[in-house]
């Protein structure tokens, strides 16, 4: 167990349609990332939060958005739903010290998203 | 660009042989190098990193990588597979260049045979 949460495990939508992804990270851990992984993309980074703040951005489409709040837990949204944004999607949390960057990062469960 | 290079989307070896997945990067200045392990329907979970201190690094479960600049290489070894290896593994490389964001290779996927 690595302390991170996600919720849900499972989520099945329909195109168009809009979800939240909720993350809680592990105590005391002021980095919050996002992931998906899908089978033909792989693991991508999609964006990082610390203490509040946006830090990092990667392959992140418009249509995703996150935020993390004042109790550190971060919701990732993903609207207009398309068939190809069904993956895996992880959040994964570290202790934060902006730019240390040996740090190791712990991953949740992950949510797994199916738009149909 | 910084990039990694999983050679093997799929390795398979017998369980008791020796385990070697390969992992090479290109980074222009010294980097930190991670290996990370998947197990079915479980999040990644961290196996070892170099952070530039010895360059043969021990990681969890048996695990070993050793960082060789002149290869640009950090392959993944162990000596005696046992079935419970059975995942999928990713290397990742951060640095400046990335502005320390990790990146992942595409992972191996390691199939142990009875």
């Known amino acids: 167990d690595s302390g991170v949460t996600q919720t849900p495990k499972h989520l099945i939508t329909a195109t168009g349609q809009r979800v939240t992804l909720r993350c809680s990270p592990r105590s005391g851990d002021l980095s919050v990332y996002w992931y998906q992984q899908s089978l033909d993309q792989g693991l991508q980074f999609l964006i990082q939060y610390y203490n509040g703040e946006e830090r990092a951005k990667g392959n992140i489409l418009e249509r995703f958005s996150a935020q993390q709040f004042p109790d550190l837990h971060s919701e990732l949204n993903l609207s207009s739903l398309e068939l190809g944004d069904s993956a895996l999607y992880f959040c994964a949390s570290s202790g934060g010290l902006a730019g240390a960057s040996s740090e190791t990062q712990y991953f949740g469960p992950g949510t797994r998203l199916l738009v149909l | 660009a910084q990039s990694v290079t999983q050679l093997g989307s799929h390795v398979s070896v017998s369980e008791g042989a020796l385990v070697l997945l390969r992992c090479n990067y290109s980074s222009s200045v010294p980097p930190y190098l991670f290996w990370y392990v998947q197990y079915p329907n479980q999040g990644l979970q961290l196996l070892l990193k170099?952070?530039?201190?010895a360059t043969l690094v021990k990681g969890i479960n048996g695990f070993e990588a050793e960082f060789k600049k002149s290869e640009t290489s950090f392959h993944l070894t162990k000596p005696s597979a046992h079935m419970s290896d059975a995942a999928e593994y990713f290397c990742?490389?951060?640095?400046?260049?990335?502005?320390?964001?990790?990146?992942w290779g595409a992972g191996t996927k390691l199939i142990i045979k009875p």
């Open positions: 170099y952070t530039s201190a």
């Open positions: 990742a490389v951060s640095d400046l260049g990335s502005n320390y964001q990790l990146i």
